[in-house]
């Protein structure tokens, strides 16, 4: 075959250092759009951006030319970068070292969409944590529950 065909939709969860609430209401528009953005710069398409103040979710399409780990550490740290230049007074801003990634179908994009857009409304009922664990036992991850958080 002489050229690569890929559909590669990934939905990514990642936390704020600690669970801090470091995402204000102020910072969460731009450091979305700035996620997408980083997104773009690597040639990947961000579909959705969304979270509170505690975590973020991303439904990305990305391309075959970058590995996953390789993906996810220059998002965070051109992110990282950008918010403590941005906003000096956000020192500490962080985000947690590890992250989930999960293959999402073409037929299960609308619903996993759906789902990141009423990010805040679905918090109202569980914590992120609740949250982080039920997608790694839906997705049958195994995990020591020591080692999920740091």
Do not use: C
């Amino acid at each position: 075959m002489a050229h690569t065909f890929t559909a590669i939709h990934l939905h990514i969860i990642f936390s704020t250092a600690g669970r801090l609430p470091l995402i204000s209401q102020e910072l969460k528009p731009r450091l979305f759009a700035y996620l997408g953005g980083i997104v773009r710069s690597m040639n990947g398409t961000a579909l959705i951006v969304n979270g509170i103040e505690d975590h973020v979710h991303l439904l990305s399409e990305i391309p075959t030319t970058l590995a996953i780990a390789d993906f996810m550490r220059d998002l965070k740290a051109n992110s990282t970068n950008w918010v403590k230049e941005t906003f000096p007074e956000r020192g500490d801003f962080k985000w947690q070292t590890g992250y989930a990634a999960f293959s999402v179908s073409k037929s299960g994009l609308d619903s996993v969409r759906t789902y990141i857009e009423q990010q805040e409304e679905h918090h109202r009922k569980r914590t992120f944590q609740e949250e982080y664990l039920a997608f790694l036992r839906k997705h049958e991850i195994e995990y020591d529950p020591r080692f999920v958080f740091d």
